[in-house]
Structures are given as structure tokens and as C-alpha cells.
């Protein structure tokens, strides 16, 4: 007997757990046995360790221990009854359900129980909950009554709520509730009392009381039947007593969101009976939250994004309308404020600034292109009609949209059907400004397209500036396909400035081609493919392109082609000047936009100013200097603005520029033969710490190492500096110049300082310039003064005319090794040299106060007798600091002499340091500074 009813009592049990193959699963399922409660895994104590709910019993039990305060999640979708089973409710366990007290529900004990606890659904779906409807039930509900807590990203489907009060989540609400992502779809929300006022049911919640607060979030009911009495029944919430609701960003396929009353609030939300995917993808109410929401295999209509798994970033192909700022600036936040903008309720005069990052797609996964993305806004006729927008045709965006450093990812479009067709971000643009913004992981296929704009309107005007498209961007199509841009047409006008293209997936890096249209493109690079298209057959007269470099090929007048290694790095400062300060350099790359580097390092231009005599590039730090004697500005004037120090520069750099091929140029980077050209005007001011290594290598040295091209230099002291050649048979050095090769060189206004050592170990160095190798080409040099023990030029080639005028040079001759033609006027030295033109004075004729006497050729107006040196140049001295005119640089004896000035109203030109005409203890502090 025993053994028959341990049997028994097996198959019983067996019976009771048994496994069925549901049809709306793919794996074995587990039913409610009805009346069976195990304790879930997990401690429950928190969000973090929270009981693990995994089936149906684990679920009775969460309900039958009544939560106290508990954290549960769902750990699968969960089957209370076979839905799949014809007639199912017919054999179904039903659910808790209570005959007598409608504040509370029986447990398995019959002990009235109340739930507060955090339910997280993790996006998963219970189904298949049965309450019966007998006569007098109240409260039928996954949860009949709640009095605190929360429930989130749960799904209850296909199950039957009978009775008062019946809800699809909660039965009766008696507490501060918040329940938020949650979808009840395809159930039967009713009940068959006979009084109205009884009949509160809801697809979220039957009823709310207990002045209680209680909010209702991204919430969707769809599919369900409720009871026909009209007052007390709702789409979200049944009937409100003493208890204030709010139901923000939900919607309902039904007639209305409540049953009528006064403490329900909706807010962005939407009651729409007989809605479907389309009919509420331009709702004006559904707009408002669409963001939340998002199309899902197997859901009829739209869940929340949350619930459905999908990244509440990524794009559900919906649209909606952005809130202004303070400032009037509409504020793009999601992927679909952003489509409802593009999808032509742009404003002409709108501004419209994005937020953040925008995910269009979910681009994490390499195949997410096949992956079914969403498809943004196509062309689908005539290029000129426009694109299809939200509800109308032949939409254009017209307005700004202000990146404000963001990016867009994930755009895509695979329609190639029409042949006249455009895509882009911005498929068709008519008056129109993009800004600060960039485009990654995108793929735009259409006859016309681009990056950013697609196709622009005839008669308009667009500006992209300071936009990014990068080499993850794929653009292809039948007729003009560009990165930036993909096609201008008649009488528009497109301004390009500022961008970068990476993308080679395109017939042209920033624009397809224009047909009678307006281009001014400049400031621009274009990586790996050339930047402009077809302009119409040939390139129009009003096509204005200006600094736009590229590294692949291009034939139009204004862009700049070099190679990969020419723009990466440092180097690109030297072959890329004409960038503007949106651009820094990158290490081991070309140079990018700072927006999107988030870094002000190595930033360009190197210099402010045009590089014109009139307004030139202005030097103030050894870098510059450095960019400047490199000489990728051939042609260009320089200025400094100040006393610059190369001490520290020289140190870290193992001294400055080596010149390693006399009839090349010299590397100063890799891939760099440099040389200088143009003017340098030192203003008055002094180059010191100029230093070569003393194992340096060099073929020729100095602060130019070579000239080749018409080069000037003027108004510039050299000061405490070593300069040194030491290859053995070519050195050549000289302080301003070491080598000055087939061209033209000025040199005026200059003076090289007593402490400057010139040395070149070829045999061939000068104070001034140690080699000219210039055949039919002039050498002027003109008040200049050389205090060191050195030449003004060492060597002077076969076909050079060197004029030397209204200059000196001590304890040294004026030019040496002469095959070519000097010419000398008003020249003063102290050695032994003769020469027509050349004066020879005593040294202390040369020094002191009686030295412009005794060397009258130099002007008065230029020049000034110094008492402890030669003479010095009055701009030169002034910058020095050379107070008491000693030709020595700012010292204690000038700050006596501006001392002096002060209190004994003593006269020295340089004491007005700043220049305001009055000698005052601010003058005493800047020269004190300088010290």
C-alpha cells in the first residue's frame, strides 16, 4: 500500500510540474501547477541581489509572500497557463483572487495579503494569468493590491482579469507607485457586476486610492477588451479615489487613457482608438513621446524602448517635435526630435541644436548594416521635387542645425530604385546651415548623396561649417556622390568651410559636382579621395576654392595635393599653414578638426596674420620661429612681437635646425627639404640661445640655414648663441644666414651680439652669412653691425654682387674669399683690410661716445654711440632695454637710470617703457620684468 502511494504521489507531482513544448516558444515551458510556491534564488535585499524569478511557481510565490519591500527580476518570459491551448481558460489554475475584502487578497493560507515590493521585468512577458470573475471577486490583477514599491519593463499578455477593479499590472493601487516601461496586450480586462460604478478597469490599473501618489511612465496597452460601461473604464487606469495619477509619455488603443476623472493627469500621452504603427507615427499626441517608443517583432504596436531591449538612444522611426530653450533654440536630445526636424518641419529661421550623440542606428555590431536598420529620409522622384518627409512630399530642410560637437551614427539608406533620387543626413536643403557637426558609421545610397546634404534647392544658399565625416561614411551612387555634399544645382550657392572628409567610399571627398551653381570651398581636407566632382563638364568661373588639401589627386586651382606623410603629424604645420584655428594636428595622423579632438593642442594657424607684407604672420614663440625658418611659406613675411628665447627650444630639440644638404635644402622633418623665403622682420627685438650641438653634423648652420628664393631679413639682433658647421669639407655657418643660394638676399637693420659664436668647420663662416653660392643674383646688406669676431659674409661665389653699405664689423675684416663683385660704401672695421669704401678706425674709435663721430657714414637717425660698445641701432637698443644707452641689453644700470628718471626728472630716450610719455614706476617694473 505504501509503495502504490509513493507512487502515486509521484506521478502526481510529475503531473503537477510536468513540461509542455508552448507554441509561442521555442523551448520546453513550464505551466502553474496552481497551487505550488518556491522561494526564487537571490537575497532580494536590493537591486543588486534580487530574488531571481524564473517560473510560475517562483512567480505565486512573489505574489503570495507579499513583497515587504523585496527587489524581484525576471530572469525569462513566464507561462502561468498554456495560451496555445484551444479553450485554455476553460482548464486554467486561477490566479489570487478574493470573494470577501476588497482591501486586500487571500494567500495559499487564506491570511489577506498586500504586496509592496520592485518588480524589474528585464523586458520580459508573463503569460497566460487567469482570475475567474466569480461573483463578488475584487482586485484581479498580476498584483491585486500594491500599497508601495515599483514595477518596470514587464509584459503581461494573453490573460484574463474578471472583477471589480481589474487592472493588467495592479488590481487596486493603495500606495506611492511607480510603474514605468510597461505593455499589457492581448487580454481581457472586464467584469459582470451589475453596477457601474463597480466596473473600474484598466489595461495597467483597475483603481487608485488611499491619497496616493502615483505615476505611470512609457506605459502602451493594446489589443485588449475591456467592459462596455463607459465612465469607470480606461486604457491605462480604471477609476482614481483620494489619489493623485500621473501617466506620462503612455498611449492606448482605445477610446480613452482613464475612466474620466479629475485626479488623473496625462501628460505627452495619447488615447487612440484603433491605432496603428502609421496612424500614430504622425499622432500631433504621439509625437510628443515617441522617443520612448519602438516597432518590435511580434508586438502589434509600438513598447517602450526599454522594454523591447533596444538602447533608448537608438532611433524607433518615429518622430518627435523639439522643445525651444530659453533662447528660442529648439533642442534636439533623441534620434527622433532630429527626424521629426529633417522630415521637413524645419523652419528657415529655426535654429536647432543637438545635445547629444544621436544613435540613428545600433552601429556597436560589425553587421548591423544587414540587420534590417532603420532607413532614414530617400529622394523617392525627382531630385527637384525633394524628398519624402513625414507626412508630405517633396519636403526640403531649410533652417540651421548646430552639431554643437556631436555626432549623428548609423545613418542608412539602401533605395536605389529612382535614378534622380538624393540621400543624405540632410536629403534635400534649401536655405540652410549646418554647423559643428559630425556623421559616422553611415551608409547612403542614392543617385545623388552626400554626407551631410544630399542634394541642395535651386535658388538657395546652404553653409556647411566645421562638420566632420568619417572613414567609417559609405556614399555611393549613380550620378554625384560627395562626402560633405553631394550635388548643387542651378543658381544655388554652397560655402564649404571648415570640414573634413575621411571617407573614400565616394566619387569626391567634400562635393559631387554643381551645375551653374556658386562654390566657395576653402579651409578643408579631403583624406584619401579628391575633393570635388564634376562641375558641370569643367570648372566653373565662380568656383572659389582657397586652402583645401588632400593627399589624393585634384587638378582644381586652390587645392593643395601632398602625401601622407607631408600632413601627418608636425609636419603638416609646415605644409598645411593655411588652416584655420578650427584645425589641431594629430600624432601619426593628418590634422583634424579641434571640435572633435576636444583638444586646443597644436592648434593652427602657427601664426596670426596673412603671411602679407601688409598684415604678415606675427612671431612670438620659438615654435613659430621654427615654422618660419622651416620655410613652407616661401614668399610669405613674418614679424615677431616680441624677444624670443630658443634656449630651452634647442635643448629639448638637440639643437636647432641641422642643415644636411647645402644643394637641397635641409630636413627638418621627416619628408621635408626645407628652405626659407620671404621677409623676417625681427621689429627690433632679439633672437637668443640659438645653439647647435657641438657634435653637430650640419652642412650648414644658422637661424636660416639655407635661402633659396628672394629672402630679406631686417631689424633683428642675435644674441648669446653657438652656431657651428662641422662638416668637414662643406660647413658653412653664418648667424643669420649659413648658406644663401641661387637668389636674392636683404639683409638690413641687423646687429649680431659680442657673445654670438659662429664657427664652421669647412672653412666658410660669417657673421651675417657664411656662404653665397649665387650666380647672377645680389647681396645687399645695410646698416648692420657684426660685435662678434666675425665677417659679414665669409664667401662670396663667382657671379654674386654684394653691396655693403652704412655698416661695421670689429676685430674682424667686412668679407673674405671674394670671386665676385662688393661693392662697399660707408663700411668701418678694425682689422687690416683694404678696400674701396672700407674705413679703417682704431678699435676705441669704434667704441664709446665719439664712435659716430669718427664713423660719420652711419646715420644719427638710425644709430646711437654706446659706451661700452660699437654702435648700436636705436629700434634695436629701444627693444633691448638699453636705457642708459650702453649697448648692453636691460641691466641694473638701466633700472638706476629709470630710477634716476623718476626721482630727478633725468632724461633717457628708452625710460618710457610702455609709451604713455611719462617715466613712472610702471616703466620700472616692465623693464624689471625683462630682467
Known amino acids: 500500500m505504501k509503495k502504490l502511494l509513493a507512487i502515486l504521489l509521484c506521478v502526481s507531482l510529475m503531473l503537477s510540474m510536468m513540461v509542455l513544448t508552448a507554441a509561442a516558444a521555442d523551448e520546453a515551458v513550464t505551466f502553474w501547477d496552481g497551487k505550488t510556491y518556491t522561494q526564487p534564488s537571490g537575497s532580494g535585499d536590493s537591486e543588486d541581489d534580487p530574488y531571481i524569478v524564473s517560473t510560475p511557481a517562483e512567480l505565486a510565490w512573489m505574489v503570495n509572500v507579499g513583497g515587504n519591500n523585496k527587489y524581484f527580476k525576471l530572469a525569462n518570459d513566464i507561462y502561468v497557463n498554456d495560451v496555445t491551448a484551444e479553450n485554455w481558460t476553460e482548464t486554467a489554475k486561477p490566479w489570487f483572487v478574493n470573494a470577501t475584502n476588497w482591501m486586500s487578497y487571500k494567500d495559499s493560507a487564506g491570511e489577506d495579503k498586500k504586496f509592496s515590493g520592485h518588480i524589474d521585468g528585464a523586458g520580459h512577458t508573463v503569460y497566460g494569468i487567469y482570475c475567474d470573475g466569480s461573483v463578488g471577486t475584487v482586485n484581479n490583477a498580476l498584483i491585486p493590491i500594491m500599497t508601495g514599491g515599483s514595477i518596470k519593463r514587464l509584459c503581461v499578455s494573453n490573460s484574463v482579469f474578471n472583477s471589480r477593479f481589474s487592472g493588467g499590472i495592479v488590481g487596486t493601487i493603495q500606495g506611492n507607485i511607480e510603474i514605468s516601461d510597461c505593455v499589457v496586450k492581448n487580454s481581457k480586462i472586464i467584469n459582470t457586476s451589475s453596477s457601474d460604478s463597480d466596473k473600474a478597469s484598466g489595461g495597467i490599473a483597475g483603481y487608485a486610492t488611499s491619497n496616493k501618489v502615483v505615476t505611470i511612465t512609457r506605459c502602451a496597452t493594446f489589443g485588449n477588451t475591456y467592459s462596455e460601461a463607459t ?38 500621452s495619447c488615447a487612440k482608438k484603433g491605432a496603428t504603427v502609421d496612424t500614430l507615427k504622425t499622432d500631433s499626441y504621439f509625437m510628443n513621446c515617441a522617443k520612448h517608443f519602438v516597432t518590435v517583432e511580434g508586438f502589434a504596436l509600438p513598447v517602450s524602448k526599454v522594454f523591447a531591449g533596444v538602447d533608448a538612444k537608438i532611433w524607433n522611426g518615429f518622430y518627435q517635435k523639439p522643445v525651444a530653450d530659453e533662447n528660442g533654440n529648439y533642442l534636439i536630445t533623441c534620434p527622433e526630435e532630429l527626424a521629426y526636424v529633417v522630415g521637413t518641419f524645419g523652419g528657415a529661421t529655426n535654429t536647432y541644436v543637438i545635445t547629444n550623440d544621436l544613435y540613428l542606428n545600433d552601429v556597436s555590431k560589425a553587421d548591423w548594416m544587414t540587420a534590417s536598420p532603420k532607413e532614414w529620409f530617400i529622394g523617392s522622384g525627382a531630385w527637384h521635387s525633394g524628398y519624402d518627409g513625414i507626412s508630405t512630399k517633396g519636403g526640403y530642410f531649410s533652417g540651421t542645425i548646430d552639431g554643437n560637437g556631436h555626432f549623428i551614427y548609423g545613418l542608412y539608406n539602401s533605395d536605389t530604385n529612382s535614378a534622380a533620387s538624393m540621400a543624405g543626413l540632410i536629403p534635400g536643403a534649401g536655405n540652410t546651415t549646418v554647423k559643428n557637426l559630425a556623421v559616422s558609421n553611415a551608409s547612403v545610397t542614392e543617385a545623388r548623396c552626400g554626407g551631410i546634404v544630399g542634394v541642395t534647392g535651386m535658388n538657395t544658399t546652404i553653409t556647411v561649417d566645421n562638420c566632420y565625416v568619417t572613414s567609417s561614411v559609405v556614399a555611393s551612387g549613380n550620378n554625384e556622390v560627395g562626402g560633405i555634399v553631394g550635388y548643387a544645382p542651378g543658381n544655388a550657392t554652397v560655402v564649404i568651410k571648415n570640414c573634413v572628409s575621411e571617407t573614400s567610399s565616394v566619387k569626391a571627398g567634400l562635393l559631387g559636382g554643381a551645375y551653374n551653381a556658386r562654390v566657395d570651398v576653402s579651409d578643408c581636407i579631403s583624406y584619401s579621395m579628391t575633393p570635388f566632382g564634376v562641375f558641370d563638364g569643367s570648372t566653373p568661373a565662380n568656383l572659389s576654392v582657397s586652402d583645401v588639401y588632400t593627399d589624393a589627386s585634384s587638378s582644381v586651382s586652390g587645392v593643395t595635393v601632398l602625401t601622407a606623410n607631408q600632413m601627418a603629424g608636425e609636419s603638416a604645420k609646415l605644409f598645411m599653414q593655411g588652416l584655420s584655428s578650427s584645425f589641431v594636428t594629430r600624432e601619426n595622423a593628418g590634422p583634424m578638426l579641434k571640435t572633435f579632438t576636444k583638444t586646443e593642442d597644436s592648434s593652427f594657424p602657427i601664426f596670426k596674420g596673412e603671411g602679407t607684407e601688409a598684415s604678415p604672420y606675427l612671431i612670438s614663440t620659438p615654435e613659430e620661429l621654427y615654422y ?59 633672437v637668443s640661445g640659438l645653439n647647435y650641438a657641438e657634435s653637430n653634423t650640419s652642412v650648414t648652420s644658422g637661424l636660416i640655414p639655407l635661402t633659396r628664393g628672394e629672402a630679406t631679413v631686417k631689424n633683428l639682433r642675435i644674441a648669446s648663441s653657438y652656431i657651428t658647421a662641422e662638416d668637414a669639407q662643406f660647413g658653412r655657418a653664418g648667424a643669420i644666414i649659413g648658406f644663401a643660394r641661387d637668389c636674392n638676399v636683404n639683409i638690413e637693420n641687423c646687429i649680431i651680439a659680442s657673445d654670438v659664436t659662429v664657427w664652421g668647420k669647412g672653412g666658410f663662416h660669417g657673421g651675417l652669412i657664411g656662404y653665397n653660392l649665387s650666380s647672377g643674383a645680389t647681396v645687399n646688406i645695410k646698416n648692420c653691425a657684426v660685435l662678434a669676431p666675425y665677417r659679414f659674409t665669409d664667401f662670396i661665389s663667382n657671379g654674386t654682387t654684394v653691396n655693403i653699405t652704412n655698416s661695421y664689423v670689429l676685430d674682424n675684416t667686412p668679407y673674405e674669399q671674394n670671386n665676385g663683385t662688393v661693392v662697399t660704401t660707408n663700411v668701418y672695421t678694425s682689422a687690416d683690410f683694404e678696400a674701396e669704401g672700407v674705413t679703417v678706425l682704431e678699435k676705441a674709435q669704434m667704441v664709446g661716445a665719439d664712435a659716430l663721430t669718427n664713423m660719420s657714414g652711419l646715420s644719427s637717425e638710425l644709430w646711437y654711440a654706446a659706451s661700452k660698445t660699437g654702435p648700436m641701432l636705436s629700434d634695436i637698443g629701444n627693444k633691448m632695454g638699453d636705457v642708459n644707452k650702453d649697448g648692453v641689453a636691460a641691466d641694473g644700470d638701466d633700472l638706476a637710470a629709470i630710477r634716476l628718471s623718476i626721482i630727478a626728472d633725468a632724461t633717457f630716450d628708452f625710460a618710457d617703457r610702455n609709451g604713455d610719455t611719462v617715466v613712472d614706476i610702471f616703466d620700472l617694473v616692465l623693464l624689471g620684468k625683462a630682467l
Open 628 to 686: 618660419c625658418v622651416a620655410g613652407f611659406g616661401q614668399g610669405k613675411s613674418y614679424k615677431l612681437t616680441n624677444n624670443i628665447d630658443l634656449a630651452e627650444f634647442c635643448k629639448k630639440n638637440g639643437g636647432w635646425i641641422k642643415g644636411n644638404a647645402w644643394n637641397v635644402g635641409y630636413g627638418v622633418l621627416e619628408g621635408v627639404n626645407g628652405y626659407f623665403s620671404g621677409t623676417l622682420d625681427g621689429d627690433g627685438y632679439t
Open 231 to 268: 465612465e469607470q473604464n480606461g486604457g491605462i487606469l480604471g477609476n482614481v479615489w483620494n489619489a493623485t495619477v500621473t501617466a506620462d509619455s503612455c498611449y492606448a488603443d482605445v477610446a480613452k487613457l482613464h475612466g474620466g476623472t479629475a485626479s488623473f493627469t496625462p501628460v505627452n
